[in-house]
Every structure is written in C-alpha cells, then in structure tokens.
C-alpha cells in the first residue's frame, strides 16, 4: 500500500526580503513516507521546518525541488483535501457561532446539509464543546479556539489528520482530552501526522517519530526503538548500597536502580554480587524523548 | 460552486459593516445633493451625484478586492479555507463575486437614493437603473484587475495600479481609437462620464459584455499566477 503522505527529496527555498536575492532553505532534501493507520510524531525546534513541510502537503506552498504525494495525489490537489483534515498552529477563526463555523468547514468539503448536521453533533461532543455550540468563537477562550479548530478538522471523518502544534495552547487536562481523542481517531482507523514540540505527548502516543532540524531530517524510527538506549543498561537491585554506584536511585521497598554503561555493565552485576546484594533485572536504559532530542539536535549543532 | 457560493457568502458576512457605512454615505451624500431636503434639486446636481456615486462604487470594489487576499493571509484564516477541497481560482471567483453582490447592494442603495432625487429635480429616471447595470459590470472589472494585481503585488499598490490602469488611456486620449473599446473598463467609463438624463444617453450592453469577458480573462490570469505564489506566511 503506498505512503498516506510521501515526500520524495522536497527541498523548500524561501527569500530573505523583497530586495534580497539570498536565499533561505527551509526544508532541504527532506524523504518520508507515512503509513496507513500510526499516529506519526514530526518533532524539531523552532525554525526547523515542520510548518513547511506540513504547508507543502496541503498545497499552500510549492516545493523548491522534489515533489510529494498526498493519498495518492500530488501535493496541492483540491479534491483530495476533502479526506484531509488540518489544524494549523495559531489557529485563526471566522467569528461566527461554532456550530454555524463547522457547517461552513464542512459544506466547504461539499458534505450534504443532513450528514453535516450529525456529524456536527458528534464533533462538539467530541471536544466536550456541545454546550457552547450556540456562542461566537471570537468569545472562546485560546484553549477553546484550539478544540473548535481540532473539530473542524475532524468535521469531515478524514482519513489523515494533519494537526500543527494542536496541543500548543492547552490546559493539562484538555491535554489529556486532546490525547484521549486522537487515540480514539486512530483507533476508529484514520492515520494522524502531529507535529509538536511538547515530547511528552508524542512520546505517549505516536507510533513513530522523525525529528528535524535545520530543514533535515536527523532521525525517524518507532518511538520505543528511539527510546531504548543501545549503550546503557540499567540495573535494578535489592541489598545493597547506594555509594559506590555512580548513577544510582534508591526505588521503593530497598530497591535501588543502577544506570551503567554498556562496558561497565559486568562490573556493576559483580559489585552488587559482591556486595551480597541480589539483581532483580537487567535491562536496556529508557531514555526521555526529551533526552533524545536534545542530543540529537546538539549533535547535529555540534554542541 | 458550492464552496464558491460558500466563501462568496462568507466574504459578504465578513464585510458586512463597511457596506452598511456605505449605505449611509450614500444616503448622506444623496441628502446633501437634496441640500438636506429644502427645495427643488438642480439637475446638474443629480447627475454629478450619479456621475460620482459610480466612481466610487468603482474604486470601492477595486480597494475591496486588492485587499482580500492579503487579509486573508496575514489573518491566517486562509490556510483554513484553503485546506478544505477548494482550488484557488475557485477562492478568487468567490472573492469576485463576494465584492460584485457587495457592488450590486451598494448600487441598488444608489439607484433608490437616485430615483428620490430625480423625482424632487423633476427629471426622468428612465437611464438610472441602467447605469446601475453599468455600475455593477464597472465594479467586477475593476475587483477582478485589482485582485490580479494583488496575487503579485501588496494590496496598496495593486490598488494605485488598478486606478492607473483603469484612468491612464482616458488620459492618453487613447479612447479616441478604435481599438480602445478593449481597454478594461473604458467604455464604462465613457459612458459615466457621458451620463445625462436626456433621453440621447443609451446604455450599451456591448460595454457590460466586454467588461464581463474581461473579467473573466483576468481572473484566469489571477488564478494562473496565484496558483503559483505561496501563500503560507512562514511563521518558523
């Protein structure tokens, strides 16, 4: 089955002022192919180019170099933005009653009066908004604005949902909501590429990750493949001692947690031993997305 | 059409003030050519007020539709629309249209102001409502020049280009030529500015007819070229 979106070496120029001829690359030979069903995770600083990637997918920009497809199409082709929903960052509204705003969303993607009206039901209720479905979204809250944006994406049952920083001007408890949702979207079959800079969320529920930085793409794989540390291990042990280990963490029940290198992984078991401690487990270290990304992106700043 | 319709709609809705201040201005303007209803009303002054209710209506359009687009995207509300399965010609058709129904309101507004007018200075008002007409085809033109000027250009000077491209070959002499009858608006113009209420003046359609085929060649120029320009801000 071909990739839902697919870029195929885009590159993306832009010019640095009217009168420049310098020019500045967004997005340079950037590859992806995302498949049918995962939530995908696009991470990077500010600056990095995700914006433009996203906005290459929609057709709201052409590719310097390259080209890219969209459900099967070329980037930019109207029609196939009826199976498309978008949330973009800074989400900018028509001020009209919400409900009146998602019908307008929706016949735009030339859904009939009858389903429209179900179908902006459910979204409400989806992003718990049914209650203010009569109020003019120029009096909602940011927080509000950002769910009303996420419904009308979702307003024509997309089979991708392209959501740029959707959680950006969330409550922690509308965060979980917001979670809970895309989960429930991804369960019901549509694939969801989510573009964030809280890890936290991605690490919690995209299958897979791909961060950019400078308009390159430095890594993608499966979020726990990115995770689990090749060269730490830790170590949980009971019996023994916090001294004398130099990453350690006393857990519950005298537990204590040892984080070691790979080389030093034998010679940690045999203190522990030695010490007439018992080893409970050995594993791969987990690490953070946070900590993954911050080494990625220094590395590749060569910091 | 549908989204054409649709955004057309919402183009209207969102300019819904500006009209209303410009029923007003028209209503206002009529009463002081009526100096505020005392006496009989000259018919030079009439046809002034026609004559210059007509241009502006005109400029109106061609401000309105310069600045659409640019609206649109320094609001970022474009990026919705745009997301959903509309082209862009089909956004520009609408944007046309939004400002030729506004055009068309704002000409009714005049036509009646008009017809009260004609009637206190006891003239006929038979060529009112055909210079309506002429307004409104006038209106399209100068929106749909102004808004191909405004896909390349930032929507103050697609605006001066507009009116210089509309005012310069009534300054060149040019519509002394044959040839000139093509020049978008022209002939709109001419017939403005040959406006009496005599029963001399006719309306001719062949002006509306090239005006609206001129539009037409101008919005596929606008959609040709704005097919081409990005129009995300990039906010990285």
């Not at chain 2, 310069?66 to 970022?76: G, L, T, Y």
């Not at chain 2, 507009?162 to 044959?178: D, I, M, N, V, Y």
């Not at chain 2, 709109?188 to 001719?204: C, G, K, N, T, Y």
Request: glycine share 8%; charged share 20%.
């Amino acid at each position: 089955m071909p990739g839902v979106l697919v870029y195929e070496s885009v590159s993306k120029d832009y010019g640095s002022g009217i009168w420049s001829r310098r020019r500045v690359r967004a997005l340079d030979g950037f590859t992806l192919s995302l498949e049918h069903g995962e939530i995908f995770g696009f991470l990077g600083p500010n600056g990095a180019g995700k914006t433009t990637a996203i906005h290459l997918a929609l057709g709201f920009m052409r590719p310097s170099l390259g080209s890219g497809r969209l459900l099967g199409k070329p980037f930019g082709d109207a029609p196939t933005r009826r199976r498309v929903g978008f949330l973009a960052e800074n989400v900018a509204l028509y001020h009209r009653s919400a409900q009146e705003l998602l019908k307008f969303y929706g016949a735009l993607n030339g859904m009939r009066p009858h389903r429209l009206r179900l179908r902006c039901r459910e979204v409400l209720r989806q992003v718990e908004l049914e209650m203010e479905a009569d109020r003019n979204v120029a009096r909602f809250s940011r927080g509000m604005q950002q769910r009303i944006g996420l419904a009308q994406a979702l307003i024509n049952d997309p089979e991708l949902l392209i959501l740029d920083e959707p959680t950006s001007a969330l409550d922690p408890l509308a965060r979980v909501a917001m979670r809970e949702l895309l989960l429930e979207v991804n369960r019901a079959g549509k694939t969801i590429f989510l573009s964030s800079h809280l890890l936290s969320e991605i690490e919690l529920i995209c299958h897979r990750v791909a961060i950019l930085n400078k308009g390159r793409l430095i890594k993608i794989g499966k979020t726990d493949d990115l995770l689990v540390s090749r060269d730490r291990y830790e170590i949980i042990a009971r019996g023994v001692a916090q001294d004398g280990f130099t990453r350690s963490r006393m857990l519950k029940d005298g537990r204590i947690e040892l984080i070691v290198s790979a080389d030093s992984q034998r010679d940690a078991l045999q203190r522990v031993w030695a010490m007439g401690g018992e080893v409970l487990s050995v594993n791969p270290a987990r690490r953070t997305l946070e900590e993954v990304f911050v080494e990625l992106t220094n590395r590749e700043d060569g910091g | 059409m549908k989204p054409v319709l649709l955004i057309a709609g919402n183009f209207l809705r969102e300019h819904r003030w500006p009209v209303l201040i410009l029923f007003a201005w028209i209503a206002l303007t009529a009463l002081a050519a009526a100096d505020f209803g005392r006496g009989r009303v000259a018919p030079d002054d009439v046809v002034f007020y026609v004559q210059q209710q007509a241009l502006y209506i005109c400029v109106f359009s061609a401000f309105l539709a310069a600045d659409a687009i640019h609206n649109e995207r320094r609001s970022r509300r474009i990026l919705l629309l745009l997301s959903k399965a509309v082209s862009r010609a089909e956004y520009l058709l609408a944007v046309i249209l939004g400002t030729g129904a506004m055009a068309a309101a704002y000409a009714v507004m005049f036509a009646l102001c008009g017809e009260w007018l004609t009637a206190r200075a006891v003239l006929p008002s038979a060529n009112l409502w055909p210079m309506t007409a002429l307004i409104v085809a006038g209106s399209i033109v100068a929106a749909t020049v102004a808004m191909f000027f405004s896909t390349f250009l930032n929507p103050y000077v697609a605006t001066a280009l507009t009116l210089g491209f509309f005012s310069a070959p009534a300054f060149l002499h040019a519509q002394r030529h044959r040839w000139s009858v093509w020049l978008p608006g022209l002939p709109i113009l001419r017939q403005v500015v040959d406006f009496s209420f005599r029963a001399e003046w006719h309306m001719r359609g062949t002006a509306i007819a090239i005006a609206l085929v001129q539009s037409v060649l101008f919005w596929v120029l606008a959609a040709a070229v704005f097919e081409r320009r990005d129009i995300a801000v990039p906010v990285e």
